[in-house]
């Protein structure tokens, strides 16, 4: 113990020598660790040592008002110290820290667990902090606040001012009606004079969006966010004197592994007068993130590298910016510039590090003040975005930030308390009762287990009649294919009269041929959808509403989408996706039936999909209605909407790229049947041997989109590749790809099922109600492909034949695996599998079977021999562990 706190002091020592002169670094004046509801002193597990209460910081009402109680149970990853210990209060209850002038950071913390034999701290305590006038926390609630980051238990910071007559921080606990109140652990650090409210290194904060920002002396702030961009955690130890935390940054860039770190080590960060060494330290300005593409930096024009920092609505915010040149290319003024936004207003037009700084290796850090309005709800994000500037020619198109930090700021009422956070925001948590239900239906699902074929004579019948399907299906589509792409050339998109009036949608005749897409009359879509009732909208997609309805004197059900007058980019996606659509026919493509482009109306209609997208059926579906997708459905639906992208990209004459395709762009017919949907961002271009790219502005929708297309704007097929790598990592987790107030590990879908590959534990990840039915070597196989398809490189990523080979795969294994007596029959491709079930896809599916049989030979190999050293007692032991009837 004497050791560790020798260590502290020896932290805070070092560290001011380290500096010189003006450029040393902060020793606190007052530095507090109070280990609450403990009695002697503790070090914590980093080296900081933890006082028991005094009883000088007590209140005289203490023994009445509150109690200190120690935690029953200790969840993993919760230390010891402070968290093990509470004070509990029943009542009003107010410590007494005498503290110096000036501002001082107060850290608190709480574990919200049972405590004592009686009291459920995660249950029975709501309630509000105040302190000197400041309401910190109201209503509070801190097992909605941990569980919403996915941790046991949460720190609070703030920072409040002391003025010189009240040198005391009265801390009041209250508690909600009949709740408790509690707190683990309290930190009062000081920090060094206007640290905050003086403004950057140049003295100033600069509003943006707003005509004026001020911080004066009665200004509270709490942090919200403090980031390392580009480099690692900073442990509150390793800060310079202030123990601020600081975390990465990945999970708060817009677009996964946007922008690039250099690789620099052994920096030695000039610190100077105006920015001294306590502002930040050395791994924050020795580490960076840029835009990348040293190789092609005009790429950079393209893009913004963004970052988005989840905030309450309705405060002002301080953002601090923290910014250094380390990189030897860049050493005098002018050579990388770019603008700043801030809440997508122009912070700083032309922001140069090295004209401000005065050279490399010496830090610069601005302040901005913003407000964040409640137009889009009480918790939103406020938006960071960095792009090249170029009114000036910068020897470098390319932007850089070290870190970030966002302050919450009190307003004048002293109010600092935003709403609980929504500990499940979209996950699909099941409540029990119902997921007992759900399970006993899947009982049902176990019985119908498919005997696999295995004598030789079966397989070799089977792919005759293959061979034979394949030939007269084949003879049939050609047909169809020929006619579709004589009558509309791919290349020619823009002189189709539908385009070409795009503005004003009054035409009276159309080039579309009627066999291949019929043609609606206004009074036929008023019609069919009741003069568009409001009743029959089943969803709404990016360019209008979707209606339910019936044509045909009420025998057909269709969709209807009708084109938003108002969106105006909707028209050009509208007729992107009729042009497309009347010219492709697969199984796996949904189907359109026709178009109606009267009166000012643009109208789509499609056949209709009873059971909606594939996302309705993983985390957005209705608990009681519709049960969890078995993991068989999964795979047949992942194979179906596979086959149709590998339709797209390799069945037509030209190759077709979707760019959008996600989970509410696979629907389900009533058969479950998957087809790929939403045409209006594709594009027609590369025949496979001309070119090996697309130059296009990037579209496509959040959390799909390809890093590298992204970077690099080269759309290829591989970008579809990518985005349908996402969708099976959804099918496997059942959760969105991005969630909020999850742990930093858990916020990116992607990065999440990555490295837990990685380490080897995907198992514990996947969607709890497949725990029991997925077989380990379908899993795996499953994995092994998703992660293949969100390689960073395109070219790393398989092909989509590859995609949906490697999933007829997982899906054999999985039903070899659940008939245990089918070990030998395992790798024999299945009728189904093979395709006689599908029609319509024949020009690929030469190339599918081909390929398979080859694949399989080979993989076969390597497979029998796992599976006969598995035939031993390793294979009962596996499938019974995995077959829930064995059990
Ligand atoms: C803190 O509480 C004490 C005792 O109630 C009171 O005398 C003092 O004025 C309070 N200080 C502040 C800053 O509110
Ligand atoms: C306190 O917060 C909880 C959860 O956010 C909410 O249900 C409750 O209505 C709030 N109570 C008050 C008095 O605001
Ligand atoms: C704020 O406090 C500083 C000292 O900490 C003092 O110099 C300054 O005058 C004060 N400003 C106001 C507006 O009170
Ligand atoms: C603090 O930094 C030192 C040296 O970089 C490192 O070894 C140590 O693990 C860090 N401490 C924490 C708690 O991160
Ligand atoms: C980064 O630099 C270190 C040391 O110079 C080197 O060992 C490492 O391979 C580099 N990493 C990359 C990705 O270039
Ligand atoms: C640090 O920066 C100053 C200019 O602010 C410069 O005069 C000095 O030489 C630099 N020191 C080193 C070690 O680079
Ligand atoms: C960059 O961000 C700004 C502000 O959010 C936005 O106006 C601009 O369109 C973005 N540029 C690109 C290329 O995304």
């Known amino acids: 113990m004497i050791i560790h706190a020798f260590l502290i002091f020896s932290i805070l020592v070092s560290a001011a020598v380290a500096g010189e002169g003006a450029t040393s670094t902060y020793v606190p004046t007052d530095v507090f660790f109070f280990n609450c509801g403990e009695t002697s002193d503790q070090v914590d597990i980093s080296g900081r040592n933890w006082k028991a209460e005094e009883r000088k910081i007590l209140p005289s009402n203490a023994a009445d008002a509150s109690f200190p109680s120690r935690a029953s149970f200790q969840g993993s990853g919760v230390s010891q110290v402070p968290y093990m210990t509470a004070r509990i209060f029943r009542h009003d209850f107010t410590y007494g820290f005498p503290v110096s002038p000036g501002w001082k950071f107060l850290r608190l913390y709480f574990y919200p667990t049972r405590y004592g034999s009686d009291f459920d701290l ?47 921080l009265n801390l009041t606990f209250t508690p909600s009606l009949n709740m408790l109140a509690f707190v683990n652990g309290i930190e009062i650090v000081s920090l060094p004079d206007q640290f905050y409210s003086n403004g950057g290194f140049d003295g100033k904060i600069t509003p943006v969006g707003i005509p004026d920002f001020g911080i004066d002396n009665r200004t509270a702030f709490e942090t919200v966010h403090r980031l390392n961009t580009g480099g690692q955690m900073i442990d ?141 709800g009480p918790r939103t994000d406020l938006r960071l975005d960095l792009h090249p500037y170029t009114d000036v020619t910068p020897k470098f ?13 009190s307003f004048p009422d002293g109010n600092l308390a935003g709403p609980n956070p929504n500990p499940n925001p979209t996950s699909g948590v099941t409540p029990n009762s119902v997921k007992q239900d759900i399970q006993k239906g899947k009982g049902k699902s176990h019985v119908l287990v498919i005997i696999l074929v295995t004598v030789g004579f079966a397989i070799v019948l089977a792919m005759f009649v293959v061979v034979l399907v394949i030939v007269m299906k084949r003879r049939k589509n050609k047909k169809k294919v020929t006619i579709d792409t004589k009558s509309k050339p791919t290349d020619s998109w823009t002189t189709l009269p539908l385009v070409a009036g795009s ?59 009708r084109l938003d007058i108002s969106s105006n980019q909707g028209v050009n996606e509208f007729e992107a996706e009729l042009k497309m659509l009347s010219m492709l026919r697969h199984i796996h493509l949904v189907s359109l039936v026709g178009y109606c482009d009267d009166e000012n109306e643009m109208v789509l209609v499609y056949e209709y999909m009873p059971h909606g997208t594939l996302r309705d059926h993983l985390y957005k579906r209705n608990k009681v209605f519709d049960p969890p997708l078995s993991w068989k459905r999964r795979l047949e639906i992942c194979i179906g909407a596979a086959r149709g992208l590998q339709y797209l990209h390799t069945g037509a004459k030209e190759m077709i790229i979707h760019r959008d395709i996600k989970t509410t762009n696979i629907l389900l017919d009533d058969n479950y049947v998957a087809k ?63 969630l909020e107030n999850v ?109 398979m049989s080859k694949s399989v030979t080979s993989d076969d190999d390597s497979a029998r021999l796992a599976g006969h050293e598995k035939s031993g007692s390793s294979w009962g032991v596996f499938s019974e562990i995995h077959d829930p009837k064995a059990r």
Not at 134 to 158: G, P, Q, R, V
Not at 786 to 813: H, K, T, Y
């Open 397 to 409: 198109y390319d932007a850089i930030l070290n870190g970030v930090e966002i302050l919450k700021l």
């Open 503 to 561: 503005s004003s949608h009054t035409r009276s005749t159309t080039s579309l041929p009627s066999d291949l897409c019929r043609r609606f009359s206004i009074l036929e879509i008023k019609s069919a959808t009741n003069n568009f009732e409001k009743k029959l909208i089943v969803g709404v997609g990016g360019f209008g509403p979707v209606y339910k309805g019936r044509i045909d004197g009420g025998a057909t059900l269709v969709a209807v989408k």
């Open 236 to 376: 509150g130890v390793n800060d310079t004197g202030m123990f601020r935390q600081w975390l990465a940054d990945e999970e708060y860039l817009l677009s996964v592994n946007s922008g690039a770190v250099p690789n620099i080590t052994d920096l030695k960060i000039n610190y100077t007068e105006n920015t001294p060494v306590y502002v930040a330290p050395e791994d924050v300005y020795s580490t960076c993130r840029t835009m990348g593409n040293f190789d092609n930096p005009r790429l950079n024009l393209n893009f913004n590298l963004t970052w988005l920092f989840p905030v309450d609505a309705g405060f002002n915010y301080l953002v601090r910016l923290h910014f250094c040149e380390t990189l030897r290319e860049v050493n005098g003024p002018g050579q990388r510039v770019f603008t700043i936004f801030i809440g997508n207003k122009v912070a700083k037009f032309d922001m140069d590090v090295i004209q401000l700084s005065g050279g490399s290796l010496i830090p610069v850090y601005l302040d901005f003040g913003v407000f964040v309005g409640l137009e889009s």
């Open 676 to 738: 790929v949907s939403d045409f209006g961002l594709s594009k027609v271009g590369l025949t496979s041997s001309s070119q090996t790219h697309v130059s296009t502005v990037v579209k496509g929708s959040f959390g799909y989109l390809d890093p590298e297309y992204y970077r690099r704007q080269a759309l290829t097929e591989k970008s579809d590749v990518y985005s349908f790598g996402v969708v099976l990592f959804e099918v496997l987790c059942c959760r969105p790809v991005k």
């Open 743 to 851: 742990t930093r590990e858990e916020t990116d879908l992607i990065r999440w099922v990555k490295s837990n590959y990685k380490k080897g534990t995907v198992d514990q990840i996947v969607d709890e109600d497949l725990t029991t039915e997925i077989t380990p070597l379908s899993l795996e196989k499953f994995c092994e492909i998703a992660v293949r398809c969100v390689q960073d490189r395109g070219i790393e990523r398989p092909s989509m034949n590859d995609v949906v080979w490697a999933l007829e795969f997982a899906l054999q294994l999985h039903e070899a695996a659940k008939s245990k007596n089918a070990v030998d029959s395992l790798y024999l491709p299945r009728r189904d599998e093979v395709g006689l079930t599908t029609d319509g896809d024949n020009d690929l599916f030469s190339k599918t079977t081909g390929r």
């Open 122 to 168: 995660a249950v029975n305590s709501y309630f509000s902090v105040t302190v000197n006038g400041f309401t910190l926390l109201k209503n509070f609630s801190a097992d909605l606040t941990a569980k919403a980051s996915n941790d046991a238990f949460t720190i609070k910071e703030f920072i409040v001012p002391v003025s010189t007559g009240h040198t005391i």
